[in-house]
């Protein structure tokens, strides 16, 4: 499901929604949540990469927290904010993969007064694209795509089984943090720390945990508004 266009969605389907006008803080929460676990972040980091995963995280999510304080923006004024502060201004490889995908989350919930279900699924699936478009990284590399991906999968899966937005956000959580966990399992085949081939093994993956974060934050944030 994950490969392009998100699944139809059943017209009798529930039809909780939030508020993308009212939504804006939910990633200043999520700043917070970044650098809060800069340390944490960047010391996985270190284990196989540059170290610097938490700091630039941090730094990207912090300038662009400053920017949107006391803005009341929507949810998707805010996205954009962050992508492009992350895409301009931030170091490392991550900065360019998170902007975009951040932006493209943005530009699929544009305009939209309520965010239900279907384009939550949307956002999530131009994010995915976006990620796609500028890195060759697949599932089983050990990257952010081994969270991204089978998260979006379990949303679109409850959704499909006509479930409640609220459950499948849950649905959603749950299949982030079990993929961030299984890239303990994986060699690493992109960046950096693809050069350790199997000394790789044993340690989570930081891209992949700081998108657990990302996941949980942006839905918890979500699911808390819907009305």
């Known amino acids: 499901m994950s490969r392009s266009a998100a699944p139809p969605f059943s017209e009798e389907m529930d039809m909780q929604t939030f508020e993308n006008a009212r939504a804006g803080d939910i990633v200043l929460t999520l700043a917070d949540r970044i650098i809060e676990n800069r340390a944490y972040l960047s010391e996985i980091d270190g284990k ?11 730094k990207g999510f912090g300038l662009a927290a400053e920017r949107l304080k006391g803005k009341d923006a929507s949810l998707a004024e805010a996205l954009d904010t962050l992508g492009t502060v992350l895409m301009t201004e931030i170091g490392g490889s991550m ?27 949307r956002m999530l699936h131009a994010g995915l694209e976006g990620i796609r478009s500028i890195g060759s990284a697949k599932v089983g590399d050990k990257t952010l795509l081994d969270t991204l991906v089978p998260a979006v999968d379990a949303f679109d899966a409850a959704t499909a089984d006509g479930r409640p937005f609220a459950e499948a956000l849950d649905a959603l959580v749950s299949a982030a943090e079990a993929g961030r966990d299984s890239t303990r399992d994986l060699i690493a085949r992109i960046g950096r720390a693809s050069r350790l081939g199997e000394r790789s093994l044993g ?18 944030g979500a699911r808390a508004r819907l009305a």
């Open 48 to 58: 196989i990469g540059d170290g610097d995963h938490g700091v630039n995280m941090a």
């Open 203 to 220: 340690v989570l993956d930081a891209g992949a945990t700081s998108c657990a974060i990302i996941l949980r934050e942006l839905s918890h």
């Open 95 to 121: 900065g360019p993969l998170y902007g975009v995908m951040f932006t493209e989350f943005a530009e699929k919930i544009e305009g939209a007064d309520a965010i239900d279900a279907a384009a939550y699924s």
